[in-house]
Nanobody, 125 residues
Framework: QVHLVESGGGLVQAGGSLRLSCAAS????????VGWFRQALGKEREFVGG???????LYTDSVKGRFTISRDNAKNTVYLQMSSLKPEDTADYYC???????????????????WGQGTQVTVSS
């Protein structure tokens, strides 16, 4: 069983930065793919980006060049560094994990087995 906890959300002005953390109870950083998703009020959940078990990253077009996903093996944590934030980035952000030792990063939430509780990000204009 893998337990995920997100943190780092908050209120930030447009153009600012935040770093979200996804801390895992078990060792996942090199055996699991971790995806970041977000859901804005009244909208469907969408894929933001992810990192594969081998370290390959994938981002949705709207965050490319602004968001970066990385991991700290020693802390068993995956990060989502968000820069140049826009009001449209406002959402609840979730991390999810699934066992993988390949380069594959799933963009569909149904392919992930474990989910965190989410952290809220609000970007003011």
């Amino acid at each position: 069983q893998v337990h995920l906890v997100e943190s780092g959300g908050g209120l930030v002005q447009a153009g600012g930065s935040l770093r979200l953390s996804c801390a895992a109870s078990g060792r996942i950083v090199d055996s699991y793919a971790v995806g970041w998703f977000r859901q804005a009020l009244g909208k469907e959940r969408e894929f933001v980006g992810g990192i594969s078990g081998t370290g390959t990253t994938l981002y949705t077009d709207s965050v490319k060049g602004r968001f970066t996903i990385s991991r700290d093996n020693a802390k068993n944590t995956v990060y989502l560094q968000m820069s140049s934030l826009k009001p449209e980035d406002t959402a609840d952000y979730y991390c999810a994990a699934s066992w993988s030792q390949s380069d594959y990063v799933a963009e569909f939430g149904g392919e992930y087995d474990y989910w965190g509780q989410g952290t809220q990000v609000t970007v003011s204009s």
